[in-house]
């Protein structure tokens, strides 16, 4: 098992930027696919970016490309969320996943169901 402490959420204005942090304990944090999802007031959990086991690749919600960038410094056991140009929309509690499986073509990364572990979130505001 991993155990997930998200960190650097706050409080932001309009094309302010945030980074978030992701601190994985447990098990070799490398073994894991990395996602992050989000969840703001009223609505639904949404996938946000994710990244694979060994950080060659990156996804990302349409409505966060360009703007937001996922990595991990696996030697650290550290997972980020970059966000520029932070929008009022962006608003929500962050959430860092862990999952076990691969991603490609066939797997649901951007499903939370997909993910084995989770944080307990941050919460990032931004103003207007």
């Known amino acids: 098992q991993v155990q997930l402490v998200e960190s650097g959420g706050g409080l932001v204005q309009a094309g302010d930027a945030l980074r978030l942090s992701c601190a994985a304990s447990?098990?070799?944090?490398?073994?894991?696919?990395m996602g992050w999802f989000r969840q703001a007031p009223g609505k639904e959990r949404e996938f946000v970016a994710a990244?694979?086991?060994?950080?060659?690749?990156?996804y990302y919600q349409d409505s966060v490309k360009g703007r937001f960038t996922i990595s991990r410094d696996n030697a650290k056991n550290t997972g980020y969320l970059q966000m520029n140009s932070l929008k009022p929309e962006d608003t929500a509690v962050y959430y860092c996943?862990?999952?076990?499986?691969?991603?490609?073509?066939?797997?649901?990364?951007?499903?939370?169901?997909?993910?084995?572990?989770w944080g307990q979130g941050t919460q990032v505001t931004v103003s207007s």
């Open positions: 996943a862990a999952g076990l499986g691969t991603i490609s073509r066939s797997s649901n990364y951007y499903s939370g169901g997909w993910y084995d572990y």
């Open positions: 447990g098990r070799t944090f490398s073994m894991y696919t």
């Open positions: 990244i694979s086991k060994s950080g060659g690749n990156t």
